[in-house]
């Protein structure tokens, strides 16, 4: 086969297979326990595409010997657009999700930790809060601040070797939407902030972090 007709080929290969992508069901959004939340959150949702791959990324660089690298410069890192589709929701959401999630899930895999996110997730879905059809941007943009500003925090106490205190949220920070239900938003914001804690947490300390997040069963 000369370099044309194989040129060609790997051309159809590859159409063909974006197009059972597309076509394949995510079965977050239907069989799993947390749906409620990857429908609502394109940022949870992302996290959870991001972490699967970091993880798997991570754990083969661990069985082959390979020194860590900086995900910035791993091409499964950068394929983040790939894994969107418009049905998911905001896209930059998603795409901010699938990078956090990312960055944890290498670095659990490259330390031979546990795969915690499926599970992380599944509880924090549980306390997720009521909103009406008009409420997932309000709960996917106070999860997603909450999670940023739980995970500073949750590095910060795992560098210092302080006790884990995941509850530190501060709603004042989550009440920057003027437009958002104080109740409602401020319910959303905590639960990000205790995942993003958690993995701030995990991060620095993956010894000594708790396997649940704080406040569930």
């Given at each position: ?12 290969f590859?159409?063909?297979?974006a ?11 239907t069989?799993?326990p ?13 996290y ?6 970091g ?12 020194q ?8 499964h890192?950068?394929d ?9 929701g905001n896209?930059?959401s998603?795409i ?6 990312f960055?944890?899930?290498y670095?659990?895999?490259y ?10 997730l599944r509880?924090?879905?549980k306390?997720l809060?009521e909103?009406?059809?008009n409420?997932s941007?309000?709960l996917?943009?106070a ?13 910060g106490?795992?560098?210092?070797k302080?006790?884990?205190?995941p509850?530190g ?9 003027k437009?958002?239900?104080t109740t ?5 914001y905590?639960l990000?902030?205790?995942?993003g804690?958690?993995?701030g947490?995990?991060n620095q ?6 396997t649940?997040?704080?406040g569930?069963?």
């Amino acid at each position: 086969m000369n370099d044309g007709r194989r040129y060609i080929c790997l051309i159809c290969f590859a159409l063909i297979a974006a197009v059972c992508m597309a076509q394949t069901p995510d079965l977050h959004l239907t069989q799993d326990p947390a749906e409620r939340l990857y429908t609502e959150s394109p940022f949870a949702h992302g996290y959870l595409h991001g972490y699967e791959m970091g993880f798997h990324c991570g754990d083969l660089d661990l069985q082959l010997a390979h020194q860590p690298e900086d995900v910035k410069d791993d091409k499964h890192f950068k394929d983040d657009v790939n894994h969107f589709r418009h049905v998911y929701g905001n896209k930059s959401s998603f795409i901010r999700g699938y990078e956090a999630g990312f960055r944890m899930g290498y670095a659990d895999g490259y330390k031979g930790t546990q795969f915690r996110a499926i599970k992380n997730l599944r509880a924090l879905s549980k306390d997720l809060p009521e909103i009406d059809q008009n409420g997932s941007p309000i709960l996917d943009s106070a999860l997603m601040y909450g999670y940023d500003e739980g995970r500073k925090s949750g590095l910060g106490d795992g560098r210092a070797k302080a006790d884990y205190r995941p509850d530190g949220s501060d709603c004042e920070l989550a009440l920057r939407f003027k437009q958002a239900p104080t109740t409602f938003y401020c319910s959303a914001y905590s639960l990000g902030y205790r995942f993003g804690y958690s993995d701030g947490f995990q991060n620095q300390r993956p010894e000594q972090s708790p396997t649940q997040l704080a406040g569930t069963e």
